[in-house]
């Protein structure tokens, strides 16, 4: 009997936004390991050569047209005219249609006391890359994708939306928006099916950029200690979530938690 379940990503074509680091380029791996084509975007050229390169050092065997890389900086006040440009590549120029988007782009959000607010300036610049230019690449969506409940779209939030530590309010703010965001989307691209990740601390390039020195294993303990599973997740582990939402044809409009139990830990504290 053919496989029913472990060809699911064979032949499909998947972007992932932001997957040159962490957790996108773990889902870029997993996507390619299952069958897919993937194209890897980010903002800097030598972040998706590296990852290239990576890539094809990992997987000998693939072929380089399995395995694509393009440079988009999200953050840029004309980014959809940029995501249009990222689209026509990953689809050469419409003729192969995508399969899944993934959005694991994200770029420092101020950590900030409310004091330090002043204007709307920061709450627009803290949304461009997890808000807006998800909202593009879903305006352009459906000339760009299988129109399908085959295909998804998957954007990340985080669990630090529902349990925000000191001085966390934009990323709760962003978090609870992509949340809100999934909801209306699915809606409007339906039958494309449109889902949110939020991920709990998760051992990534991010974590060990965001405490550096002694903070960075201290953060890592407190973090680990928060969890029912006791340790903070692995990019690889976290993966999985991505893969799982692509594949079930069922799921749309929903935000998978994938968090160590760190919302069901007893006196967590942040
Ligand atoms: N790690 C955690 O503990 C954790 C927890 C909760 C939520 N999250 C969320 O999960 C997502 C992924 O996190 P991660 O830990 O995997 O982060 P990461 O390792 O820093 O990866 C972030 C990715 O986004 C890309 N990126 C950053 N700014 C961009 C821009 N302006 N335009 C296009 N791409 C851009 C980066 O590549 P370039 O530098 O080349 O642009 C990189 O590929 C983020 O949204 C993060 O907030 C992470």
């Not at 032949?11 to 962490?22: A, F, I, N």
């Not at 998706?48 to 953050?75: A, C, E, N, Q, W």
């Not at 998957?154 to 530590?165: D, E, I, R």
């Amino acid at each position: 009997m053919p496989a029913k379940y472990t060809n699911k990503l064979n032949g499909k074509r998947v972007l992932v936004l932001g997957g040159t680091s962490g957790i996108g380029f773990c889902v870029a791996e997993n996507a390619l390991e299952n069958g897919a084509t993937v194209i890897v975007a980010s903002s800097r050229q030598e972040s998706v050569d590296k990852t290239l390169s990576r890539l094809t050092t990992s997987y000998p065997d693939m072929p380089s047209s399995r395995i694509l890389g393009h440079v988009i900086d999200l953050r840029s006040p004309d980014s959809e005219k940029s995501i249009i440009e990222l689209l026509d590549f990953a689809t050469n120029d419409k003729k192969d249609l995508l399969d899944h988007i993934v959005s694991t782009a994200g770029d420092s959000i101020p950590i900030q006391p409310l004091s330090a607010f002043s204007d709307a300036e920061v709450l627009t610049n803290a949304q461009r890359v997890r808000i807006l230019a998800p909202l593009f690449v879903a305006k352009h969506a459906k000339e760009y994708m299988h129109v399908s409940p085959r295909s998804s779209i998957t954007v990340t939030g985080g669990v630090n939306s529902y349990q925000p530590g000191n001085g966390w309010v934009l990323p709760a703010i962003s978090g609870n928006a992509i949340d809100g965001m999934v909801r209306g989307l699915a809606v409007d691209l339906r039958p494309i099916r449109v889902n949110a990740v939020a991920p709990g601390a998760v051992w990534t390039e991010l974590f060990q950029r965001t405490f550096t020195g002694e903070q960075l294993e201290q953060f890592k303990q407190k973090f680990a200690k928060q969890t029912l599973v006791g340790d903070v997740g692995s990019p690889e582990d976290v993966s999985e979530a991505y893969l799982y939402v692509m594949r079930d044809a069922f799921i749309t409009g929903q935000i998978v938690l994938t968090e160590g139990g760190l919302l069901l830990a007893p006196g967590a504290q942040r």
